[in-house]
């Protein structure tokens, strides 16, 4: 039923946003399991094809289950952000994994000859398609430390083959941020595009739309699922019909399409969002207070905390500074791996987002084979720990982290 008052709150639009009443009168949107869609006649199957008819044709192209995702990723990245007096829209392209949609993003917007600006401490797989992947389509990564915007400035006027600004803010995993107004406002002057990889944040810390960023990525593995049951991506953007054409057109060809179950339980994930990530970061907050007094912790590094180089851009762009944070002990590698055994409710493992706290010691999972120097230049220690933050009752996370560090 279409309502006579627009939802105000964040999360009633992460609840309802992007369902659409199923025929059936399902609930939830149904697991649409099915490869392909029929017509009613040859003529329907020719319209569709041709595009003078909406509607699905075959689930790489688009599946309805899909569609709710998509509808409320974007409508959550929007959220409350006008353009010229005008509500902004963007269209969303759910991927198999956050990798798809790094490389659909990619693969869609360069081409041979072009260059794209990024900076250090990206995610691994990301590091790696600009490293080894992109050269090989004679497509050049350019690093540089963007937190210092005149090395964005220094690098934009020495080289024209500049085409994109590619930012993951906080970015993994080290939690360093990049400012997102000042690089969109550099790239905007420059004619450059600009993506940017929210996966830490998730629209209801930072909508990086809201700055003027053209593309949005996420591995809704994360926090956008929420509960760890399943690998995912999306890629967003506000130039409609850029993303129709170009971006749809080389999705389905490349074939990073996502699946219906994971689909649905991704949406299902989003509808308590901003509730976990309530908990996340206030427990985040507690736990960098805990550890920046702790004997045996060397650093904390938490944007919340004031002490962070970071702390100031976090807090401009972002509700609350999230719930991921790194800390480095002072007994070094082995008293990483000591501590990671000793811990008994978090979990050791290395991914994020989930419901309990979760641990990883780069230097011996993550980042192992990575050279010494390598890992020192990304920042990370032999006595480095990334936490995920969980929402388990605080003393809970408190007890076990003390009891690991003794
Ligand atoms: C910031 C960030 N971007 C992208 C990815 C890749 O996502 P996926 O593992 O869903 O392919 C990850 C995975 O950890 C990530 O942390």
Redesign the pocket.
Same mark, same amino acid.
Not at 97 to 100: E, I, L, Q, T, V
Not at 219 to 222: A, E, G, I, R, V
């Given at each position: 039923m279409d309502k006579s008052f627009p939802l105000s709150g964040w999360g009633s639009v992460a609840v309802h946003a992007g369902h659409k009443q199923d025929p059936n009168y399902a609930h939830l949107v149904p697991i649409y399991a099915s490869s392909t869609f029929v017509f009613d006649e040859a003529e329907q199957g020719m319209r569709r094809f041709s595009g003078q008819e909406e509607g699905y044709i075959y689930s790489r192209w688009g599946n309805p289950t899909f569609t709710e995702a998509e509808n409320k990723i974007a409508t959550l990245e929007t959220f409350g952000i006008e353009k010229n007096g005008v509500a902004l829209e963007a269209k969303g392209i759910l991927h198999a994994?956050?990798?798809?949609a #790094?490389t659909t993003l990619l693969l869609s917007t360069l081409k041979p000859g072009d260059k794209i600006l990024t900076h250090y401490s990206l995610?691994g797989? !990301?590091e790696e398609i600009m490293s080894k992947v992109l050269p090989t389509l004679g497509i050049t990564a350019i690093i540089a430390d963007l937190r210092d915007i005149s090395n964005a400035e220094e690098a934009i006027k020495n080289d024209k083959a500049i085409k994109m600004l590619y930012l993951?803010t906080p970015?993994?995993p080290t939690i360093q941020c990049v400012d997102l107004e000042k690089l969109c406002e550099l790239a905007k002057q420059n004619g450059l595009l600009t993506a940017c990889?929210n !996966?830490?944040a998730t629209p209801y810390l930072q909508q990086p739309f809201r700055f003027g960023v053209d593309f949005i990525?996420h591995? !809704? !593995?994360?926090f956008l699922n929420g509960h760890g049951t399943a #690998?995912?991506?999306i890629l967003l953007g506000t130039d409609l019909s850029f993303m129709k054409d170009r971006v749809y057109k080389m999705a389905k060809t490349l074939g990073g399409n996502a699946n219906p179950f994971d689909a649905f339980l991704l949406i299902n994930g989003i509808k308590t969002l901003e509730l976990r990530m309530d908990r996340h970061c206030a427990n985040a907050m507690e736990v960098a207070n805990f550890l920046e007094t702790h004997t045996a912790v060397a650093k904390v590094n938490y944007t919340g905390l004031s002490s962070h180089p970071d702390h100031s851009i976090a807090m401009k762009q972002m509700r609350h500074p999230g719930a991921m944070l790194s800390f480095e002990l002072k007994s070094g590698f082995q008293g990483g791996i000591d501590f990671m055994n000793k811990l008994q409710m978090c979990t050791r493992t290395v991914?994020?987002g989930t419901c309990d706290s979760l641990l990883s010691h780069p230097a011996s999972m993550t980042h192992y084979s990575v050279p010494k120097e390598e890992k020192e230049k990304y920042g990370i220690t032999e006595g480095l720990i990334r936490m995920n933050v969980g929402i388990e009752n605080l003393q809970d996370i408190i007890n076990d982290l003390q009891q690991a560090l003794t």
């Open positions: 994994s956050g990798m798809a #790094i995610y797989g !990301t993951e970015a993994n990889d !996966t830490f990525v591995s !809704t !593995t994360k #690998i995912g991506g991914s994020l």
